[in-house]
């Protein structure tokens, strides 16, 4: 017998079900997206949700503490958790997803303590959900996982997610920065993506990861096989495949150090506005910086976009977020 088939339609259906949708948007704001028709690349600005008037940089720390078990574990061994959860004597045996959170947490502490100067996880949480909640594209390969093997080494992107749509899969190589600046990540993303483009011993990898070690494997074997094609790089779908670096930059924003004055008749959501308006203020030169710098790279204004995600201080960000995995 012959390999099973399924229909694109079908086959769309089942890559949308694997992208994992979050409360992000509870902890972080989506402020300004670039006009499709503009000439200048695509920037789009995050922000940190604010606590009436200052940003509640703590829930942010925690809400991607919690994220850590869903970037870190295969999605295949955490659908066999909730199945073996649910066939437990009393049919709810939640220990087993703690054995999951423990081993997720304990491979990014453990990687933190080994590799210090490493230390972007949560650079590399933002892009995850990034690529989930506002690309709609799932995780095609846990790269944490791989990042914790000993057999593996840390190299190449932080992140591949993938999008099927109307015959066409969109594979977003994901590449995440903490930086002191806008300008700056910006100028580290666009010399990553420029080495990356530049080696094809390290793309052939990243191909060869997520075909052997992918969520796919939490499908269906004719839905399995038919989004493989996809990645074959030479196989005859290579011509339905689009590559597009994403680049997520975690950096210190001073606008925050400029507040409204509060007052009696002030609503909490009034601080959170106000700063949005600022911020959105600053679209036009966080794009105009964004094409300098990948001018400067020889790259193309439609070959890459940018996620700024601004925040007070990025390195109080990461010492709460270690802080809270380690409770």
């Known amino acids: 017998m012959g390999s099973p088939t399924i229909s694109e339609q079908d086959l769309e259906q089942a890559l949308k079900a694997l992208v994992e949708v979050s409360k992000v948007e509870a902890f972080v704001s989506r402020s300004a997206t670039p006009p499709a028709d503009a000439d200048l690349p695509q920037v789009n600005l995050l922000f940190a949700r604010f606590r009436e008037d200052s940003p509640?940089?703590?829930?942010?720390?925690?809400?991607?503490?919690?994220?850590?078990?869903?970037?870190?574990?295969?999605?295949?061994?955490?659908?066999?958790?909730?199945v073996a959860a649910s066939k437990a004597a009393g049919g709810a045996d939640a220990s087993i997803f703690d054995r999951l959170v423990r081993e997720a947490r304990r491979m990014l502490i453990e990687l933190n303590l080994n590799s210090p100067s490493r230390a972007s996880e949560v650079g590399e949480l933002l892009a995850y959900l990034v690529a989930q909640q506002w690309l709609g594209a799932f995780q095609l390969a846990s790269k944490m996982a791989i990042k914790t093997s000993a057999n593996m080494p840390i190299h190449g992107l932080d992140g591949i997610?993938?999008?099927?749509?109307?015959?066409?899969?969109?594979?977003?190589?994901?590449?995440?920065?903490?930086?002191?600046?806008?300008?700056?990540?910006?100028?580290?993303?666009?010399?990553?993506?420029?080495a990356f483009a530049l080696n094809r011993k390290q793309y052939l990898l990243e191909y060869t990861i997520i075909s052997d070690l992918s969520n796919l494997d939490s499908l269906k074997k004719a839905a399995r096989l038919a989004a493989l094609d996809y990645l074959d790089v030479y196989g005859p779908k290579k011509s339905h495949r689009i590559e597009r670096p994403v680049g997520v930059i975690c950096y210190s924003e001073p606008l925050f150090n400029t507040k409204m004055a509060k007052s009696p008749t002030t609503t909490p959501q009034a601080h959170e506005d106000e700063f949005a308006t600022r911020y959105r203020a600053e679209h036009a030169m966080h794009r105009l910086a964004f094409k300098k710098v990948l001018s400067a790279k020889k790259l193309g204004d439609g070959d890459a976009s940018v996620w700024l995600m601004a925040v007070p201080d990025k390195d109080e960000l990461r010492t709460l977020f270690y802080k809270s995995l380690a409770k």
């Open 161 to 194: 997610h993938a999008r099927l749509e109307g015959g066409v899969m969109t594979l977003f190589f994901m590449e995440s920065k903490l930086a002191g600046s806008a300008k700056n990540g910006m100028r580290e993303f666009s010399k990553s993506i420029s």
């Open 56 to 82: 509640d940089i703590e829930a942010l720390a925690e809400f991607l503490s919690m994220q850590v078990v869903n970037y870190v574990i295969p999605l295949k061994k955490r659908k066999e958790a909730v």
